[in-house]
């Protein structure tokens, strides 16, 4: 996708790309902005992110999905469905940001987890005893 010109950008988003030391000609000339944009060591989109570029950006993924299957076994080991290793493939295949499985994995109770699970299919796969 082609970059708006440097005039159509807002004036506050200018400068924050010129704070991060990006000016106008590197802006036209396609310079890299993820540093500028916030995202140096994590990945823009959480969909698309690639762990050989971002190693730390996934080693604490992997760390929060661990947490998190442990905190599904916890609400669903007693189900007779329940499956660690899809349980598992299903939170690690989840395109939700970090934040997102963060705060399942540490803060969310039983009833924020049903709730979740009734409302968003992508949330039902990541969150669900299977």
Do not use: C
Request: glycine share 4%; net charge positive; aromatic share 10%.
């Amino acid at each position: 996708m082609a970059r708006k010109g440097w005039e159509q950008l807002t004036p506050g988003y200018r400068q924050r790309l010129e704070r991060a030391g990006i000016s106008k000609r590197d802006y036209q000339s396609n310079a890299p902005i993820q540093k500028a944009r916030g995202h140096e060591r994590t990945p823009e989109r959480p969909s698309a992110h690639k762990p050989a570029q971002f190693p730390q950006y996934e080693s604490r993924r992997q760390q929060i999905i661990n947490d998190l299957v442990a905190a599904k076994r916890r609400f669903f080991a007693d189900s007779p469905k329940w499956n660690p290793r899809k349980a598992r493939a299903n939170a690690a295949k989840g395109t939700k940001p970090l934040a997102w499985y963060r705060h399942f994995a540490y803060e969310a109770d039983s009833l924020e987890w049903l709730d979740a699970i009734r409302e968003d299919n992508e949330a039902a796969a990541i969150l669900g005893y299977h």
